[in-house]
């Protein structure tokens, strides 16, 4: 699905991963988890455009539904692979940043499902970014740090576009925008309530989510209450 000239939605069930095209090279922002390679590359496929032509891979952070697909789209494409340098560490070891907080009966089960389902390959990240650093893509999109869904997050801001593609640390809400998750899927609570505040201060124009649909007209959409 379009969102606006030169960046697509690929809805991947449950979470969402986004392309960038640059007028020829391609970024991929996420990889959903283990085996959405496939439908990534049929959508590719359906544009009139292959594996081949990603050349940049951004990763949000390092949860298997975000980074599941890594390790095979990066062999398949040869892209250079981005994420922040907390983030590249659990990618590298093919686990999330963040320490569950998942207790008793709840949290066995959740490992199991884990095990069976999420059984993530660890991939290279080949440059890390911090705060601000730009890249030359679509006029350019700027690393902007967002930890406290996890230890790393980075969202990424398309500046002529004021689109921003916010990964876990916001969701939609009713046509609203909210920074409010689960206690047991933040990493620290404090500094996800300030990364939600920072995005807000931005006042992008459009909001890409990790789950969920974009919202567009969002510069006075932000739940701040």
Known sequence: MVITPGVHE???????????????????????????????????????????????????????????????LKKQSGAVVYSSATE????TKGKSTRQTKIKGFKFIIRRILMSLIMRIKPAVVDKTLKNNDELPILGGLVAVETFGHT??????????????????SMNPAEGKITGKRPPHYTANAEQA???FKKQAAMKPSIVCFGHGTAIKEAENKFNLT
């Open 10 to 72: 690929i809805s991947l069930g449950f979470v969402n991963a986004f392309l960038i095209d640059d007028g020829g090279s391609l970024t991929l922002i996420d990889t959903g988890i283990p085996g959405s390679d496939k439908k990534i590359i049929a959508y590719l496929r359906s544009i009139g455009r292959s594996v081949k032509d990603i050349k940049t891979i951004l990763i949000t952070h390092s949860d298997p539904d975000h980074m599941g697909s890594l390790a095979s």
């Open 151 to 168: 230890p790393g997050h980075l969202s990424y801001y398309l500046k002529n576009q004021k689109l921003l593609f916010c990964g876990d």
């Open 193 to 195: 309530a300030e990364s």
């Open 88 to 91: 590249a560490e659990g990618i």
